[in-house]
């Protein structure tokens, strides 16, 4: 079995920060993203790691952004992990689960598309048959899928706050029409894609966050 890393330990990196599960060191123009193995709920972390965890994250997400860099660019850099790590031995044990990623200024909004009615979308659509100010039909039961992928923006709340969910005219108040729009359009593009890929090999894909940078 994997051994477990509940922190990374990189004294000649500059580390940023140690979030819930990633780690983050500021390489300049580059941060150096490493998934831990920590494990948190509604923002508590935990102390037992599971192993492998942080390797099947980061990995999971390199499959995504390779799969869907035709829709739009992502924050990759193309330099080699090598470059960072000083030796051989912090490769083979953060490799796997490290991004070396450009540096970027992200919205102030998150990018959610919901395809099933599920989780707060569900509780909204209870109480006034709307999620996120969009009109559903009648009659929809829990974890239904719907006619259509919606867009359900949310605030971006500082660390240890709680996102909340937001109209696209509030979205629009927040960033602009335009470059809420192109959000949109872009993250159920996206989601669209991504479920079929899942779909294509029996699984489901509920609902996709993102975060942007226009």
């Not at 060191?25 to 580059?30: K, N, S, V």
């Not at 490493?34 to 099947?56: N, Q, Y």
Request: aromatic share 10%; proline share 6%.
């Amino acid at each position: 079995m994997t051994t477990p890393v509940y922190q990374s330990n990189l004294p000649y990196l500059n580390l940023l920060f140690r979030g819930k599960v990633r780690d983050i060191y500021d390489l300049g123009d580059e941060l150096l993203l490493v998934a831990t193995d920590r494990l948190s709920a509604f923002d508590v972390v935990f102390p037992t790691p599971i192993p492998g965890k942080g390797e099947i994250l980061t990995q999971v997400s390199l499959f995504w952004f390779e799969k869907l860099k035709h829709v739009i660019r992502n924050h990759l850099s193309p330099r080699p992990l090598s470059d960072v790590f000083k030796t051989s031995d912090d490769l083979e044990v953060y490799g796997k689960r490290s991004m070396l990623v450009r540096k970027t200024k992200p919205l102030a909004i998150e990018s959610i598309t919901r395809g099933y009615l599920a989780g707060s979308g569900w509780s909204d659509y209870q109480k006034s048959g709307k999620v996120c100010g969009i009109d559903l039909p009648a009659g929809l039961k829990e974890s239904q899928i719907l006619p259509t992928p919606i867009f359900t923006p949310s605030t971006k709340a500082p660390q240890g706050e709680h996102d909340e969910n937001i109209s696209f005219a509030q979205a629009c108040d927040i960033v602009g029409k335009d470059v809420a729009e192109k959000v949109r359009d872009v993250s159920i593009q996206l989601y669209s894609e991504g479920r079929a890929y899942a779909e294509s090999r029996g699984l489901i894909l509920a609902d996709t966050k993102f975060e942007f940078d226009f």
